[in-house]
């Protein structure tokens, strides 16, 4: 398999980090990028992705009827691994998950009103599967949706938790349960303004200094016309945009950083008085991580490959998943034992290497374990769909 860029594609890559050197700011780009669910939401974040819309880099691989340029998907892949690689936001939720699920199920007034505003980035959208008796099972979700008739529509009550972008995002995209009947069969899949009566926002702040959102229900109407796809057949395009979800939010750029970061101060530092690039456990745990790295690479490509063929790589990307999780703790956790007690300082505080880059991305590996689907997940899909092994194996 050729994973070499073609030159049309370089020439993009080029174009690309010109535009992010001339646009560079601390504003808008974080030099040590830990996690990239973009938490904290600004104008100057804003305007970064406006610009990129402006240069027709947004849904790139989008249909030309709305709005794209009908790239390959290699594209998209490439925009998002330079971003992350200059701790730069994300194309977000909008563009992969929402806008081609709208494009590939989305009734003709979703496509009219949302795809527009989607490739201008005008629009953030939050996610909300997840509930407190259906995280890492999100089939398992209890939102009641009731029908009402006589208004043309959906009643929601209920409650969503882990909902990351919920206190700035304009609109949700959001699963309910509308046949309690049926696990699978009884989910739909609705969008609704965040601003909606009857919606209340608490924060919710994790181990790794990021915030979430628990989302409580009551009494939420929702319009049949802003029902996605089919009635009870939201779960089918849950998993698919979970799929694009896991490849979306893991690019591999900040774990090359992260390595990057590690071996540079392997390279500099003393202990006692001595070069600590000499120490031999020291030197085995930075070969480990820098090849645990290119492995996490390869994983990546595979599921690009995938994808850009057109399929939904829900096995290759489960995979990929899984393995940068792991690499990252381990990553973490090399680190710190290399760095010794120092390490545990927190950022901010003195005689903490790296300004304490590691103690962070330490407590935030936790996080990314549960983020798109926790790591149990992946291994019952790993399992059951690419080796086929039985439910109660």
């Known amino acids: 398999m050729d994973f070499d860029f073609s030159e049309e594609e370089e020439r993009f890559r080029r174009d690309l980090e010109a535009y992010l050197d001339a646009h560079a700011s601390p504003e808008v780009m974080d030099s040590n990028p830990e996690q990239l669910s ?55 939720k909008g563009v992969g998950i929402v806008g081609k699920t709208i494009i590939r199920h989305g009734n003709a007034q979703l496509k009219e009103y949302f795809l527009p505003k989607i490739i201008r980035a005008e629009i953030e959208f939050a996610i909300g599967y997840s509930e407190p008796q259906a995280g890492s099972d999100a089939s398992a979700m209890q939102l009641k949706a009731e029908r009402d008739e006589e208004r043309g529509g959906w009643v929601l009550n209920g409650h969503k938790t882990w909902t990351t972008s919920a ?49 409580f229900f009551t009494d939420v109407f929702v319009p049949d016309d802003f029902v996605v796809g089919k009635v009870n057949e939201g779960w089918i395009y849950i998993c698919e945009a979970l799929d694009l979800e896991r490849f979306a939010m893991m690019p591999v750029g900040p774990l090359e ?73 381990r990553l ?50 790993i399992a059951r769909r690419g080796l086929g092994l039985p439910k109660n194996f």
């Open 38 to 92: 973009q938490t904290v939401d600004t104008q100057a974040k804003r305007g970064l992705m406006a610009g990129l819309a402006d240069q027709g880099w947004l849904g790139m691989s989008w249909p030309a009827e709305y709005g794209g340029a009908e790239k390959p998907g290699i594209y998209d892949f490439i925009l998002t691994e330079t971003l992350s690689r200059y701790g730069a936001p994300q194309p977000g």
């Open 167 to 215: 206190h700035f995002a304009d609109w949700y995209w959001v699963g309910a349960r509308t046949d309690p009947s049926s696990k699978h069969r009884g989910i739909t899949v609705f969008l609704l303004p965040m601003d909606h009566e009857g919606l209340e926002i608490h924060p919710t702040f994790t181990i790794g200094d990021e915030r979430t959102n628990e989302v």
């Open 257 to 329: 950083k992260k390595v990057e970061a590690f071996t540079d101060w392997a390279r500099e530092a003393e202990r006692d008085g001595k070069p600590v690039r000499e120490d031999p456990q020291t030197r085995s745990k930075v070969a480990q991580v820098v090849t645990q790295l290119e492995v996490a690479r390869m994983l990546q490509r595979k599921v690009v490959a995938e994808a850009v063929q057109g399929g939904v790589p829900t096995v290759a990307s489960s995979m990929y998943k899984l393995y940068m999780n792991e690499v990252g703790k």
């Open 332 to 381: 973490a956790n090399a680190a710190l034992d290399a760095m010794g007690p120092t390490g545990q300082l927190k950022p901010g505080m003195e005689y903490s290497p790296l300004d304490g880059r590691f103690e962070r991305s330490y407590r935030y590996t936790v996080v990314d374990t549960i983020g798109g689907g926790a790591s149990e997940i992946q291994k019952n899909i």
